[in-house]
């Protein structure tokens, strides 16, 4: 008897938490992707490689390496390769910890 007690006190201090109005998020569709926002777009055609300067490279990140793959070129550089068509993110740290994110956009 004093476990229900205490699991009903916990549910109504959880719930008069709850902001007034507060919805619950929006089920994603499976078309929609989940990425953080681009400060730039890169369109390569299935094939092409392009490098990126990156001074103070510290490290990458890679949301789909089927569409591009990605390998550092000295300490400040980042070789992106089109591997398939498709989109896919690319991260990348640099002096400071300063993040650059990344669209990359692969054209059959």
Do not use: C, H
């Not at 201090?13 to 089920?27: D, I, N, V």
């Not at 392009?50 to 000295?74: F, Q």
Request: aromatic share 2%.
């Amino acid at each position: 008897m004093a476990s229900r007690f205490v699991a009903l006190t916990l549910g109504t201090l959880l719930l008069g938490a709850m902001p007034a109005g507060a919805k619950e998020p929006a089920a994603r569709t499976a078309d929609q992707e989940e990425a953080p926002a681009a400060d730039e777009t890169l369109t390569l055609k299935k094939g092409a490689k392009r490098v990126l300067t990156v001074p103070g490279l510290s490290r990458v990140a890679l949301g789909d390496p089927s569409i591009a793959d990605v390998k550092t070129t000295g300490t400040d550089g980042v070789e992106i390769s089109a591997l398939a068509a498709g989109k896919t993110t690319l991260i990348v740290w640099g002096n400071g910890g300063k993040r650059r994110t990344y669209r990359i956009v692969v054209d059959g």
